[in-house]
């Protein structure tokens, strides 16, 4: 029986955004794809098998018109299961009762505690409007294979190359990484990353400093073994007595790591990346991911139609 891998979609924060005509769901491959549509490609050309979409029951019709339905279709074909897991706000552990002047749900670590109970074998979480690569989904399912089986408390992070995520069109918040030997020993979330003729340049630790295009950063790819959730679980029943009534507070998977990390309760291994990051913080952005996915089918790294 093949081993289950799962890839898990962090969708629940497009809802608000759909009906707009959200740009991260606009076009941008040549026979109409959007992002999403290449993440899910080369996850199943990696060898995923499965794919959880976490949204909120509240866009589940709107998603599959616009998303869900098609996605379906295409997976069923090639032998991927896709199931959707549900983030409510107030879907609270620990007894807690949500405020009631709390308006969005918790934040990423959040949405992934809805898939407890789903997950039974390693797997990969991704933000529904970001473009990650065929290198990067390789790896993560290089790493998930090389994992023993039963093994707890060590996660990857897909390291990218800080010059291959940078906007043309304004500055950017990245997590940078330091490592040691490979692994993760620190993630500095540094906002207004602006990028350089050399290389790029931001405020860290109150200093300006001229960055190195080559320092890995996160964007949010990672490789998970199932008892993440509840080390996650724990930690959010810990979060919420201390921030339950703090109408804004996000319980987010970078900094619930980095605490993890800290406390010497996890180990993260730092899988560098090869792979162009693609996203559209800018609206300026898009024309360029466009002719970026056009110049990708020209060299035949993707088919059109995609699927």
Request: proline share 4%; aromatic share 10%.
């Amino acid at each position: 029986m093949k081993q289950e891998r799962t890839l898990v979609v962090l969708a629940a924060g497009l809802g608000s955004r759909f009906a707009g005509g959200i740009k991260q769901l606009q076009s941008v491959g040549p026979s109409g794809e959007v992002i999403m549509d290449y993440s899910i490609h080369d996850a199943i050309e990696a060898g995923f098998n499965r794919v959880i979409f976490i949204i909120r029951h509240d866009i589940e019709e709107l998603f599959d018109r616009i998303m869900g339905d098609r996605i379906r279709a295409i997976c069923a074909k090639k032998g991927v299961e896709v199931l959707c897991a549900y983030q409510e706000k107030n879907d609270l552990p620990g007894g807690f009762r949500c405020p009631e002047e709390r308006v969005k749900p918790w934040g990423t670590g959040h949405a992934l505690l809805s898939c407890k109970g789903m997950l039974h074998g390693g797997f990969a979480v991704i933000n529904a409007d970001d473009y990650y690569g065929k290198d990067a989904f390789r790896r993560a399912m290089e790493f998930l294979d090389s994992l023993e089986e039963g093994s707890e408390g060590t996660y990857g992070l897909i390291g990218f190359r800080l010059g291959n995520t940078l906007s043309e069109h304004g500055g950017v918040t990245r997590g940078l990484c330091r490592t040691e030997d490979g692994w993760l020993t620190h993630i500095v979330e540094t906002k207004n990353v602006i990028k350089t003729q050399d290389g790029a340049r931001a405020e860290v630790f109150g200093e300006v400093r001229d960055l190195s295009p080559d320092i890995p950063v996160s964007m949010n790819m990672w490789g998970f073994t199932p008892d993440v959730l509840d080390k996650l679980e724990d930690r959010f029943i810990e979060f919420l007595g201390e921030r339950l009534n703090e109408p804004k507070s996000e319980f987010l998977i970078p900094s619930e790591m980095g605490l993890l990390l800290c406390r010497g309760e996890v180990r993260i291994r730092v899988l560098p990346t090869t792979s162009h990051w693609f996203g559209m913080t800018f609206a300026e952005d898009m024309p360029g991911v466009r002719d970026a996915f056009r110049v990708m089918t020209e060299d035949a790294v993707y088919t059109t139609p995609l699927f």
